[in-house]
């Protein structure tokens, strides 16, 4: 996955709903200061709003780090959830439409996935999950 | 505290208008309280206007699913409106077309809808009394 030089990044705590109501706010604002077009916003919030919805219900909480990254002309926004909590068995199961082993559709990371360019993600059992994602402008 | 959004009642509808970024406890007490407020009221029609939700993520989703599906169990239909074109190419593509909800563009085309599907008491026995053949 192509990570880019990061220029600046801000670090949210993910602890409880709300505070996957500010991780949508703040990636918003991120957004709006890169001119993302409205359909890029919508489409990057709600990715970061499925991605930290999982980091909190299947990681049991966990933080995102939003990152401006460069990689050569094109600029993007990073999101990189992570969380200590049980780590996904079946990765390839889990990225299915309509798999959930919690209460949701199952459109979480297969969903989050379509929504952004790269999407990367670092897990094992017992050992927690980190879900790297990034839109280019 | 207590979050809540407000449910309005004109005649046989509620009306809901969502103008927060919704957490998904404040989504639940929605789905409840809509719920509760049909069965009460004995409502026929909800319609939810969802022009200023910035997103729909899978779980506002599908809660608006599940009140539709609710409100169908207790005989009364539910129609979403105002969705902005954003969130629409947004929910697709992250693969949500929400069957089985039923949508209008604006709370004026939502009411008609509602109008045309729910038959109210009063009128029920001339419903073709004043129609507008030519």
Do not use: C
């Amino acid at each position: 996955m192509i990570t880019g030089t990061v220029l600046k990044t801000e670090t949210i705590p993910i602890a409880n709903s709300s505070d996957v109501v500010m991780v949508r706010q703040r990636v918003r604002v991120w957004t709006l200061e890169q001119k993302f077009s409205l359909v890029d916003q919508t489409k990057i919030v709600t990715a970061a709003s499925e991605l930290g919805r999982n980091t909190l219900e299947y990681g049991g909480g966990g933080k995102l780090e939003i990152a401006l990254v460069e990689d050569g002309i094109r600029r993007g926004i990073r999101l990189k959830f992570s969380d200590q909590g049980p780590g996904i068995p079946d990765l390839e199961q889990a990225l299915k439409d309509g798999f959930t082993s919690g209460s949701g559709l199952g459109l979480g990371l297969g969903g989050s996935k379509r929504l952004m360019h790269d999407f990367d993600i670092d897990t094992a059992v017992g050992a927690g999950t980190t879900i790297t994602a990034i839109r280019w402008k | 505290m207590m979050e809540r959004i407000p449910i309005l009642r004109i005649g046989n509808y509620l009306l809901v208008t969502i103008q927060v970024d919704m957490h998904d406890k404040l989504a639940l007490t929605l789905q409840d309280d809509l719920t509760t407020r049909i069965s009460e009221v004995n409502a026929k029609g909800v319609l939810i206007d969802i022009s200023s939700l910035e997103i729909v993520d899978s779980f506002i989703g599908r809660t608006l699913a599940n009140i539709a599906s609710m409100a169908r169990v207790l005989d009364a239909h539910t129609v979403v409106v105002g969705m902005q074109p954003a969130v629409a190419i947004t929910l697709v593509e992250l693969g949500m077309s929400l069957p089985g909800i039923r949508t209008a563009l604006n709370v004026e085309s939502g009411m008609e809808y509602l109008r045309e599907t729910v038959t109210s008491p009063e009128e029920g026995d001339d419903d073709n009394g004043d129609s507008t053949e030519d």
